[in-house]
Structure formats: structure tokens, C-alpha cells
């Protein structure tokens, strides 16, 4: 334990992340063990890795499902499969954080939070008991009215009511929903700053990745970090990093320049296929896949990544190569298990296929690859 604190202790000066004082709970040590994996993999092992691996390669994903997927053990408490907090939900946008909030639990996660707007709340609750749900955040027009003294004092308040859970969360999604005011944008780039006290690793979707895009530092070099764009958003952070425009020619070099570029977060690049880098390696999921395009999936596949790559991190060494990035794990097994769900709900309703229906696909398509009992 104390070498492996020295370990840590080294490697977080060398990227300039402080871990939590309080780092005797179980749930801080597994999260200093997975910076630890996620170092190791990008600066140790990895340039042997991609030597063996100069080209983009088709991810196993159904095999990477089987390894990352925990086995359900009486003895194990709430709260060992994965604590996830979602970061988003405004007036405009109540189904995204519902939508990934609801899939992590889906998925096996024992506890999903939601943070979202005062408005948003008392919607997200009626949508579903299961989901723990926070009015904390305020939007521009709610606190109009007040001094820029005031407004601070606002804005700390927010702050303090998500810092108070941060130790407890494996992994938060921030953006799905999130809208793109101001005020609520400066309070999750804060937020931003206190997971990285934590070391508690981030999904940046939707308009977090708006947010991210415009103010790049919050994530560059956060090893712990997994940017998720679409179409649109994967064409601004390209715009604004690399200064030029998306190069389908040479897709997989893109990505991982960008990725590199940003200081070796994880990205995954959703489309026809997944394509996912950390700056070092490409793995790309085409399997299964479905041709509805409804919105929502993306959510699904933001709420995914935060409990696979938990349990990626909870592995035991030995179980998985420390050559394998816990984040790289969890988006190849959230990319493979949405695409499967999706083809399996549009095998049902076809053109009618919903978000909520893929959803409804999504234990039944874990059940099949790994089974429970
Ligand atoms: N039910 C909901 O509450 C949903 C809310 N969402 C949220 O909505 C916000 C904005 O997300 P968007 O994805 O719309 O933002 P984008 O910036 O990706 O999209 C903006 C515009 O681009 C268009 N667009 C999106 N995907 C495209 C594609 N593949 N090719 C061409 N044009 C495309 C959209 O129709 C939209 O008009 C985010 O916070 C997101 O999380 C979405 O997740 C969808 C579901
Ligand atoms: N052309 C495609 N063919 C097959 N699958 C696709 C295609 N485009 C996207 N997908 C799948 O859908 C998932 C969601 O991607 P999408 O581009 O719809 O995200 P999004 O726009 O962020 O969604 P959302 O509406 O939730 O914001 C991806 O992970 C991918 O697996
Ligand atoms: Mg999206």
C-alpha cells in the first residue's frame, strides 16, 4: 500500500493533480489505482503496443464486455457497482440526462444522480423514482436580478452542493442536456475543476462538449477525461484544436492527433463507426448497429461509458493487461453494447425505434453476451 501511494504520489506530481486529502476511502484508493492504470498505459506500455499495432484495429468489444462486466457477488453493497452523477438537464432538455442517467442503472450501476436546473428537477423525478435528483443548478434568467456580488454568492452555492458528493462518484457524465447559458456554463467549468481535485474521471458530451470546445484547458491533459462528439461537436473540437476541418481520408490519424493534442484524453468519436483514441492507439466498433437515428443514443452512450469505465478501473491487476486503458475499455464496451441494443430494438419496432425502446434492449443485450447466473 505505502509503495503504491509512493507510485501514486510520483506519478500525480508529474501531471500536477493533488488527490483528495481524505484518500482512505475505498472508493479514492480504487480512483488512485485507475490513474495509476491510466498512466501506466499511456507512458509505459503503450509505445510497445502501438508498435504491434500501427493501424487502426476492430475492437473485440463482445470480449472486452466479458472482461469488464463484474459478476454479481452476494457479497458486494450498494454502491460497488458504480455511483455515476449526470451533469445536465435544463428547461429546454429534460430526456438527455434521463436517458443517460437511466442507462447507467440499466446497465448495472447501483446509484445514478442527476444535477440538473430547479426547473428541470420535478421533470426528471416524474420520469423515474430511480434516479436521485438534485435542483442545484441555476440558468442566467433565474438570478437576473441580482448584484455580481450576489451572483458569486450563487454561484458558489452551486459549486458547494455538487462538491459535497464529488468523493462519493466513480464517474461523472457532464453535458447531456446541459443547455449553453453562460452562468450554468462558468458553475460546471467549476465543477470541472473540483472532479479534477478528486481525480474523479469525466464523460463530456452534448453541451459540455460546447463548453470544453471554447475552453479547451478543462480538460487538456486530464488523463481521466473521455470527450464523446457527434458529428457536429467532433467537427468544432477538430476546428478549434488542430485548425483545419474533419479529414474523412485520414480519420483515424485525425483522431489521434487530436486526442494528442489535447494532452491524451480519451475520445470517442461516434458515427457509422466508433472510432476511439487516447493520442496513442485507435480501436474502432462497427459491429451490430442499427439505421434509426433518433436523438438520444448518444446519451445512452454517454451514461454507458461512465459505468464500463468504472468497472474497467475496479479490475484487479491481472485480470486485464495494464497495457489497457480503463477509459479505452470502457468506451469500446458501451460503444459494442448500445450498438447491439439498438440493433436488437429496431429487430422489434423498426422505424418506429425509440431511445426509450434501445434502452429497454439494453440489459437483455448484456444478458446475451455475459449472462448473469
Ligand atoms: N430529448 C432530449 O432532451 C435530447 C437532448 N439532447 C441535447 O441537446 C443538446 C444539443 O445537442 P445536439 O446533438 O442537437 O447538438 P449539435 O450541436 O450536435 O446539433 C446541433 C444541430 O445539428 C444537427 N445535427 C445533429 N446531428 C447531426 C448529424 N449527424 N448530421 C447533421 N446534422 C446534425 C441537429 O439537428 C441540430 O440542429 C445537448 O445538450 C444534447 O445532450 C440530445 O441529446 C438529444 C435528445
Ligand atoms: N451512421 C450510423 N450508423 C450506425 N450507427 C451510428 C451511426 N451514427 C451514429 N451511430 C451510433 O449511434 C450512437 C450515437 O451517436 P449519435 O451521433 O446519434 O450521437 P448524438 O448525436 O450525440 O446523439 P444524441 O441525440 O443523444 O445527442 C453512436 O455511438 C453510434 O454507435
Ligand atoms: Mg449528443
Redesign the pocket.
Known sequence: MLVKHGVISALTRSTSYSLPSSSSSSSVLRRQQFLVRTLCASRTHLPNLIRAMSSTSEADAESVLRTVTPSLDPKRHKGQAGKIAVIGGCREYTG?PY?AAISALKIGADLSHVFCTKDAAPVIKSYSPELIVHPVLEESYTISQLSEEEKRKVQDKVIGEVDKWMERFDCLVIG?GLGRDPFLLECVSKIMLVAKKFNVPFVV??DGLFLVTNSIDLVKSYPLAVL?P????YKRLVQKVLNCEVDEENAEDQLRSLAKQIGGVTI?R???T?LISNGEIVKS?SIY???R?????????SGSVAVFLSWAQQLKSGQVSPSENPSILGCIAA?GL??KA?SLAFTKHKRSTL?GDIIECLGESLEDICPAS
Open positions: 438527455a436517458f447531456p458530451d452534448g464523446t457527434n458529428v457536429n461537436e470517442l461516434k458515427g457509422k466508433d466498433v448497429g442499427s439505421p437515428r433518433c436523438g438520444g443514443q448518444g446519451d445512452i452512450l460503444s448500445l450498438r439498438a431511445t
